[in-house]
């Protein structure tokens, strides 16, 4: 990165902490309001932080916004990302699930996934479990 700034140091160990979600830069603002963190820095450090393959910045179905996850971390590399469209819980697949489902694709559908970046979406078990308890009542 070009230089480090104490703004990107919170974002990022904002980002190191909470590694299983992903938020978009208003939540962000929202969360960091008490570290006198502008929307704007924050939205510059994100494409930074982007650029340099720290945060990966997706789309949820429903919304217009961009949400970022923290993907520098051991626990993301090669490994494909489950991502829960109703809570936005992140859930890295393991690398041998990982490496299973993308020789599978690449097999049965001549698709060679990137796992690196690849990001499915659905639903956890929590709010699958949710849904259910939902619709028995």
Do not use: P
Request: glycine share 4%.
């Amino acid at each position: 990165m070009s230089y480090e700034t104490k703004q990107r140091d919170i974002l990022l160990n904002f980002f190191k902490m909470n590694r299983d979600k992903s938020f978009s830069a208003s939540e962000i603002f929202e969360k960091l309001k008490k570290k006198n963190i502008s929307l704007s820095a924050i939205y510059r450090n994100l494409a930074e932080l982007e650029h340099f393959e720290k945060v990966r910045k997706t789309t949820k179905n429903g919304s217009k916004c961009f949400f970022y996850q923290f993907v520098d971390c051991v626990e993301c590399n090669g490994h494909v990302h489950l991502s829960c469209t109703k809570c936005g819980k992140i859930i890295h697949l393991s690398e041998k699930d990982s490496q299973n489902l993308s020789s599978s694709l690449l097999k049965n559908s001549k698709f060679n996934l990137d796992t690196k970046t690849a990001v499915l979406f659905g639903e956890c078990e929590s709010c699958t479990k949710k849904k259910k308890v939902g619709a028995e009542k």
